[in-house]
């Protein structure tokens, strides 16, 4: 009966580590760096010890349970203390515990090992989307963009057919080469956030005020996701982060012309625009980095975020309302998105919220407008 | 003059609960708050529970089906809240209410106005809390944790009322703790030695002091947090020179002691239940007092382990991971005496002792999570995901609640007189076990897989998982109710209670009829080592 008994908890044992180690979708990922690997590893060491100690644990109070019943006729035992055996359940799970230490202090190392980087990110949580700036001098730092979920809201509201990285899909993804140690200098604007790529085992909070550093060297080429992970606001499950790693030569080549396209884009800012590439321009804009608050309608979320449709600065001096956007209203969710956007982006999302969900404005806003207002100020 | 003196003399003798709802507004009598304690958690916790579905019902399936965004955050937050404040933390005052005059041989709490007062506070502070779901812009929708800046410049105006229920919470609590010392300390009956104390009251002993050095740290929290938002004050404001940091330092330096404070009476209450039911006295009765009394130091210098991804220096991150490996080792001595009482006792397998032993084994799986989380390195792939989720309900649900249940089933014939009904409490109990693990039980793979916290809506992989959770909160939330008739039948129609309502059922409250008289143990009674030491 004992070794029948003994055997089953064996068996059931075996199985489920079994089972737990190779189902990837029961268990954390592998990942594709040193230190994921290295971290899940460590996982893996920790949890079979606790299987271990579990099985043997409720093995015996399982035992019991079928042995000492009462319905046995079985007569209680007096003992009620041990001095022997409580020294030995305090020590010997202590020695466990420094097995278990060692390897952990030895990652954890591992993982500080900062410096020596062949390139740096900034990466700025926002609520609720992410900036990625290519720290890169020979650049003035110029090459900095938004990354913003793209899961259209049909999806959301189970309007249409879920994609396959439903949530997981942004506008931009950040690319990073293979085989160099980049660095990822993390903060926030505004709320918590924190930065979080699985298949790299690294996460970090995003806390305004401060600069928490990560890195990674990733060998395979691939795309990678992750979500915010922490608790951000009304859109916090719909943060993504996607990394896009690629072969050097490649990536080299995609930066090169990332940042010419860029260039370009700037002298051409100023330039006037009609009528209808301002509303064109101003939906997607408008899309993208007002409606999360705003609403897609203009209707807001009262009282917290205003609505546009009705509101008396979209209706009233153009200067006061492209401020108010470029500047933000301090001590509020309303960002100052003269950081964010550039002067035709601003215009445009201006001119559009002048003229559209009812209001009626009529008047224009040029990119000219946004740099005279920046540069009198 | 003699007349008078008379009367009063005569009144004394009839002294019985006043008549309909005076008797319970105005009630100092320590069974009395008991009750209304009880009752009062009982209500919070079907609320918290309504609160869980509307979260579950949004996650059956991937997509917004039930409810936006902004009042998903508003339930999580609000559940958390109502559990922990309103469900857990009452529950056990109740308990302590009940039980502790009783096993010290007292004839009431120490300070009887101040018990009335410390109850009554609560029906304000949550009726004010849930009064702001209806209010303009929502409710808290900042997590339970209620991190700074996303609670202070970024929180609905509601969060004013939150802070104030939260001060009122912990007034409460800190009354409650000051009555519960006061008793143990000063009114044992002759002969009751601290180390013949019950377990419960050793445990409510050190948890009283535990809620007495932290309740205060939240109220500075919150405090704070008012003056950010009304004084322009800048505590948790990075653009004034504040750090978000320190508001989570501050918080957790309350909360993690909060954490033992929900679950160090339970262990009291599991050291009772098994030991009478195994019709064995306790194993190991002294290292179970200084287990309870290690795991409470340690729960001091331990708090950064809820921060590992904060990003602090290497140093910092090897103190707190060590130091919350080490929680294991007292946990571990708790367990294994319990184990130990239990080998080769008689056991049966009333309700009461079903819970208990299911409390002992989902605790264990409980533990080891946590064991799991300690590891720093591992730990920020796990923080934030399901994995946390699965690991704090395992503690709390089978862990606290499961405790609570079981008390409640071990002294309602001491309670009412009347015995409840075993087999409808045996079906309860195993709804709730099958529902607490069909519903947490997957919570570990999809945090594994990678499923953050707090999320309305979740990518396709998740998809089953998410669905075997709901199913599984479904069933417990129904079998809580069912809980409800189990106790109203038994309330009206058990059968009479013998005054040791079980045959191993050790401690002073047995000696007393069942049910309990209003007033007991006016005289101290005569404490006997069998009957104290079981
Ligand atoms: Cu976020």
Redesign the interface.
């Known amino acids: 009966m004992k070794h029948q008994l003994l055997r089953i908890f064996g068996g059931i044992a075996a199985l489920l580590s079994a089972g737990i180690a190779t189902a990837d979708e029961l268990n954390l990922r592998v990942g594709v760096t040193d230190i994921s690997r290295q971290v899940y590893d460590l996982h893996m060491t920790i949890f079979l010890i606790c299987v271990a100690i579990g099985v043997v644990v409720l093995g015996v109070l399982f035992w019991s349970v079928f042995a000492h019943r009462k319905s046995k006729g079985v007569e209680p035992a007096t003992f009620h203390e041990s001095t022997k055996l409580e020294l030995a359940w305090t020590i010997v799970p202590t020695l466990i515990l420094i097995v278990m230490a060692i390897p952990a202090t030895q990652v954890l190392v591992a993982m500080y090992d900062t410096g020596g980087e062949d390139m740096s990110i900034e990466v700025r949580g926002y609520q609720w989307k992410w900036q990625y700036k290519y720290l890169d001098d020979d650049y003035n730092n110029t090459l900095s963009f938004f990354s913003v979920m793209s899961t259209p809201r049909d999806e959301i509201y189970n309007q249409s057919a879920k994609a396959e990285n439903y949530l997981l899909e942004v506008d931009e993804y950040l690319r990073i080469p293979t085989n160099r140690k980049v660095r990822f200098l993390i903060t926030a604007e505004d709320v918590i956030h924190a930065w979080w790529v699985p298949d790299f085992g690294i996460k970090r909070d995003a806390v305004p005020g401060m600069l928490n550093e990560l890195w990674t060297i990733v060998e395979e080429p691939g795309i990678y996701r992750g979500q915010c992970t922490e608790l951000c606001g009304k859109d916090h499950g719909f943060m993504p982060i996607v990394l896009e790693v690629m072969p050097e030569a490649e990536f080299d080549a995609w930066y090169a012309s990332r940042v010419t396209s860029e260039s370009v884009r700037q002298e051409s800012i100023a330039d006037a625009l009609t009528h209808e590439e301002l509303m064109a321009q101003g939906e997607a804009v408008y899309g993208t980095y007002c409606a999360s608050c705003h609403l897609a309608n203009g209707e807001g979320v009262a009282p917290v975020f205003p609505a546009i449709a009705g509101s008396a600065v979209a209706q009233g001096p153009r200067d006061d309302h492209l401020s108010l956007v470029i500047n933000g209203v301090a001590g509020t969710a309303m960002q100052a998105f003269g950081k964010q956007l550039d002067s035709a982006q601003l215009a445009s999302v201006v001119h559009y919220q002048r003229n559209a969900f009812g209001n009626d404005v009529g008047d224009m806003s040029q990119p000219q407008d946004v740099i005279n207002l920046s540069n009198g100020q | 003059m003699s007349e008078v003196i008379h009367a009063d003399h005569h009144d004394d003798h009839a002294h019985g609960p006043a008549k309909g709802l005076k008797r319970w507004l105005f009630t100092t009598n320590h069974k009395d708050i008991g009750t209304l304690y009880l009752w009062f958690s009982f209500a919070m916790f079907l609320i918290g529970g309504v609160l869980a579905l509307v979260i579950r019902a949004e996650l059956f399936q991937?997509?917004?089906?039930f409810v936006q965004?902004?009042f998903f955050?508003q339930m999580t937050t609000n559940h958390g809240l109502i559990m922990v404040f309103g469900a857990i933390m009452p529950a056990f005052v109740g308990l302590a209410n009940w039980l502790v005059p009783m096993q010290v041989g007292a004839p009431d709490m120490a300070l009887p106005r101040m018990n009335n007062l410390s109850f009554w506070i609560l029906p304000f502070a949550f009726g004010m809390m849930i009064s702001t779901l209806f209010m303009?812009?929502g409710g808290p929708?900042?997590?339970w944790t209620f991190?700074a800046?996303?609670s202070t410049?970024?929180a609905?105006?509601s969060v004013t009322y939150f802070i104030f229920a939260v001060h009122l919470m912990g007034a409460s609590s800190i009354m409650g703790s000051i009555n519960i010392i006061a008793t143990i300390l000063n009114m044992r009956a002759p002969g009751m030695t601290l180390m013949k104390m019950p377990m419960f009251v050793w445990t409510w002993l050190i948890t009283a002091y535990l809620l007495i050095a932290v309740m205060p740290v939240l109220a500075g929290a919150v405090t704070m947090m008012l003056f950010d938002i009304h004084f322009n004050t800048s505590f948790f404001n990075?653009?004034g020179g504040?750090?978000?940091?320190m508001f989570q330092h501050i918080l957790w330096f309350f909360g993690h002691p909060e954490v033992y404070i929900m679950i160090l009476p339970a262990f009291g209450i599991v050291s009772h239940i098994i030991p009478a039911f195994?019709?064995?006295?306790?194993?190991?009765?002294?290292?179970m007092v200084y287990a309870v009394a290690s795991i409470a130091f340690l729960s001091f210098i331990v708090w950064a382990h809820h921060m590992f991804?904060?990003?602090m220096p290497?140093a910092g991150?090897?103190f707190f991971?060590?130091s919350t490996?080490?929680i294991?080792?007292p946990t571990?001595?708790k367990?294994?005496n319990w184990?130990?009482?239990?080998?080769?006792?008689?056991?049966?397998?009333e309700t009461p002792m079903l819970f208990a032993?299911a409390f002992?084994?989902l605790f264990?799986?409980g533990g080891?999570s946590g064991?799991?989380l300690a590891?720093?390195?591992?730990d920020?792939?796990y923080?934030?995901?399901y994995f946390v989720v699965a690991h704090f309900h395992y503690v709390l649900v089978p862990g606290a609640l499961f405790s609570i249940i079981a008390a409640v089933y071990f002294w309602f014939p001491k309670w009412t007189g009347k015995m409840y009904d075993e087999t409808l409490g045996k079906i309860h109990f195993w709804l709730s076990f099958v529902g607490v693990n069909v519903t947490f039980f997957p919570q570990h793979?999809s945090g594994?897989?990678?499923m953050?916290?707090?999320?309305?809506?979740?990518?396709?992989?998740f998809a089953d998982f998410n669905m075997i959770s709901s199913v599984g909160a479904f069933i417990f939330g129904l079998s809580q109710v069912f809980f409800l008739y189990v106790i109203i039948k038994s309330i009206r129609s058990g059968a009479p209670a013998a005054d040791r309502s079980w045959e191993g059922a050790k401690g002073l409250e047995w000696t007393l009829p069942s049910p309990a008289p209003y007033h007991s143990f006016t005289h101290p009674p005569v404490v006997k080592d069998e009957e104290v030491l079981g």
């Open positions: 991937p997509g917004l089906q965004p902004e955050n303009e812009g929708n900042f997590g991190y800046p996303l410049t970024y609905p105006p990075a653009a504040g750090d978000p940091v195994a019709r064995k006295r306790l194993f190991g009765y002294t290292s991804t904060v990003g290497l991150q090897l991971m060590y490996m080490l294991a080792v571990g001595v367990v294994f184990i130990s009482t239990m080998w080769r006792g008689s056991m049966t397998f032993i002992v084994v264990t799986m080891f064991l799991m590891i720093t390195p591992v920020y792939q923080h934030d995901t793979f594994l897989a990678g953050p916290r707090r999320i309305p809506d979740y990518p396709l992989q």
